[in-house]
C-alpha cells in the first residue's frame, strides 16, 4: 500500500508527473505545485482518470520563499493536517556561462536550487516531526558531488540541498520520519533536451520516479544515487587528482 497524502513540488517535472502516475494508480490525494496552472489542470484530470482520489492544485513560483511556510500549511490542510510523502522536483540547470558573467542570473540559479528549495524541505520537516511520521524525497543532482567548470553554479545549489536533507534525515530519524536526498545522474527530460543524447548514461523518467517511489515506500539510505552505479562513477571523479581534473572540459 503506498503513502495516502502526497505533496508533489514542482509536479510538472518529466520526472514528478512519473512520480505521480505511480500514486494516482494507487488511489492518493495528491496536492500538485508548480507554475503553469493551465498544465497543473491539465495532469491533474489526467491523474484523477487514472485512479488519484483527490488532486489539487497550486499554481505559484516555488522560488517565492517568502510564501513556503503558509503555503505549505494550506498544502497539508487540504490533506487534512497529514502529509505521508513530500517530493521536492523543481530545478533549473541554467546557463553557467551566462550566469558567470551575470551575477543576478547565478543567485537566481541559486536560489531556485537552494535557498527556496531548503525553504521547502525545512517546513516539510517541521511537519513531518510534528506527526512523527512520513517521508521527504529532495532530488538533487550528482553535479553537487565536485564542482566542474561546465555546471558549479547549479551543482553549488545541489550540493547545499543534498547537505540540508541529508541533515533533516538526521534530525527526523529518531522522531519516526525520514528524509531522503536522491542525486541524479543523466535523464532523459526536458531539462537536458538540448544535450545530444543517449548512452547508456541516460535514464528515463519513468524508472527514476519508480526507484524514488521504491525510496519513499521501502527503508532507504538517507542519501541515494539514482541509478545506483552513479555512486561508483561519482567516487572517482571525485578522487581525480586535481592536477589531472584541471586538464579536462567535463
Ligand atoms: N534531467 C537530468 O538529467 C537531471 C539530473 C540531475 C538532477 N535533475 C533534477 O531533477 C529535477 C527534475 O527535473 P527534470 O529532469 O524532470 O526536468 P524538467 O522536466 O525540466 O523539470 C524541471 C521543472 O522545474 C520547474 N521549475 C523550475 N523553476 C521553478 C520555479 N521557480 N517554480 C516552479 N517550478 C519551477 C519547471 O517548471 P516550468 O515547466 O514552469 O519551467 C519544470 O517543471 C530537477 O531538480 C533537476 O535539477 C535532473
Known amino acids: 500500500m503506498l503513502k495516502r497524502n502526497i505533496?508533489?513540488?514542482?509536479?510538472?517535472?518529466?520526472?514528478?508527473?512519473?512520480?505521480?502516475?505511480?500514486?494516482?494508480?494507487?488511489?492518493?490525494?495528491?496536492?500538485?505545485?508548480g507554475r503553469n496552472?493551465?498544465?497543473?489542470?491539465?495532469?491533474?484530470?489526467?491523474?484523477?482518470?487514472?485512479?488519484?482520489a483527490q488532486c489539487d492544485v497550486v499554481a505559484m513560483d516555488l522560488s517565492h520563499e517568502e510564501l513556503v511556510a503558509s503555503t505549505f500549511a494550506e498544502m497539508t490542510s487540504a490533506l487534512n493536517g497529514k502529509a505521508d510523502g513530500v517530493y521536492l522536483f523543481y530545478g533549473l540547470l541554467g546557463d553557467q556561462r551566462q550566469e558567470e558573467g551575470d551575477i543576478t542570473a547565478a543567485l537566481r540559479n541559486i536560489n531556485v536550487n537552494f535557498t527556496s528549495a531548503a525553504a521547502w524541505c525545512l517546513a516539510a520537516a517541521n511537519q513531518l516531526e510534528r506527526q512523527a511520521s512520513g517521508?521527504?524525497?529532495?532530488?538533487?543532482?550528482?553535479?553537487?558531488?565536485?564542482?566542474?567548470?561546465?555546471?558549479?553554479?547549479?551543482?553549488a545549489g545541489k550540493a547545499g540541498l543534498t547537505v540540508l536533507v541529508q541533515g533533516i534525515a538526521h534530525r527526523l530519524?529518531?522522531?519516526?520520519?525520514?528524509?531522503?536526498?536522491?542525486?541524479?545522474?543523466f535523464v532523459d527530460t526536458p531539462m537536458t533536451a538540448h544535450i545530444a543524447k543517449k548512452g547508456l548514461l541516460w535514464a528515463k523518467?519513468?524508472?527514476?520516479?519508480?526507484?524514488?517511489?521504491?525510496?519513499?515506500?521501502?527503508?532507504?539510505?538517507?542519501?541515494?544515487?539514482?541509478?545506483?552505479?552513479?555512486?561508483?562513477?561519482?567516487?572517482?571523479?571525485?578522487?581525480?587528482?586535481?592536477?589531472?581534473?584541471?586538464k579536462t572540459k567535463l
Not at 530519524?173 to 545522474?185: M, W
Not at 519508480?210 to 578522487?239: D, H, N, Q
Open 7 to 33: 505533496i508533489i513540488l514542482g509536479a510538472l517535472s518529466a520526472i514528478a508527473e512519473e512520480t505521480a502516475r505511480l500514486y494516482a494508480a494507487k488511489g492518493a490525494n495528491l496536492v500538485l505545485a
Open 37 to 52: 496552472e493551465e498544465r497543473l489542470n491539465q495532469l491533474a484530470a489526467d491523474l484523477k482518470i487514472r485512479g488519484a
Open 135 to 155: 517521508v521527504l524525497i529532495a532530488v538533487s543532482s550528482v553535479a553537487g558531488d565536485r564542482g566542474r567548470q561546465s555546471n558549479y553554479i547549479y551543482g
Open 173 to 185: 530519524a529518531p522522531k519516526g520520519a525520514r528524509a531522503v536526498v536522491a542525486k541524479l545522474g
Open 205 to 246: 523518467p519513468a524508472a527514476v520516479a519508480a526507484r524514488l517511489v521504491a525510496a519513499a515506500e521501502k527503508p532507504s539510505l538517507p542519501v541515494v544515487y539514482v541509478p545506483g552505479f552513479w555512486r561508483v562513477i561519482m567516487t572517482i571523479i571525485c578522487i581525480v587528482p586535481a592536477k589531472i581534473f584541471h
